[in-house]
């Protein structure tokens, strides 16, 4: 049952992303919702967790917008499974621990995803706008992560209760 509520999560951030032309664009940078569920994940459930859904998260992409089927999947899935680590020794109640994983999780996925996407044949140009582009749109992740770890905390109590009780009564 918590499965279900995970991806159905994943499947509204996914549509919140990839609705309209350019998706939710704030100051001028992309927000990476998908990315951004799945890092949060990986810092509330860990390494494996946050891996498996991280590596859904990111078929759920690759199907849709279809250009490296597997890429992006594999991408989210190595980042998260990083990050999970990382929260995993560090305290993850600390907004700067959050801040930070966040942060680096996004520029390491942005990367990691141009360089696959180089390892498949597609030109890409690494200058000082992808840089300040893959810059700003990691510390809009980051700020806007901080904003919605709370609630996402308490989604996740909420699913894991409801598993519970569904479990119990058969």
Not at 55 to 73: E, K, N, R
Not at 88 to 112: D, H, P, S, W
Request: hydrophobic share 55%; aromatic share 16%; charged share 10%.
């Amino acid at each position: 049952m918590k499965y279900v509520g995970y991806w159905s999560i994943l499947f509204v951030g996914l549509l919140v992303q990839t609705t309209g032309s350019s998706g939710l664009v704030i100051f001028g940078y992309k927000l990476e919702v998908l990315l951004l569920l799945t890092l949060l994940f990986a810092i509330i459930h860990g390494p494996y967790g946050g891996a498996i859904l991280g590596f859904v998260g990111g078929l759920m992409q690759d199907l849709l917008v279809g250009h490296y089927i597997g890429l992006y999947a594999s991408v989210l899935m190595f980042v998260c499974l990083g990050v999970g680590y990382l929260s995993k020794r560090l305290y993850k109640e600390n907004f700067l621990v959050r801040f930070m994983a966040i942060f680096a999780g996004t520029a390491q996925a942005k990367i990691c995803f141009l360089v696959g996407k180089i390892a498949f044949g597609a030109t890409v140009y690494f200058g000082r706008v992808t840089f300040m582009t893959i810059l700003g749109s990691a510390l809009l992740n980051a700020f806007v992560g901080l904003l919605i770890f709370r609630p996402l905390v308490l989604l996740d109590k909420r699913l894991i209760y409801w598993d519970e009780l569904f479990k119990r009564t058969g």
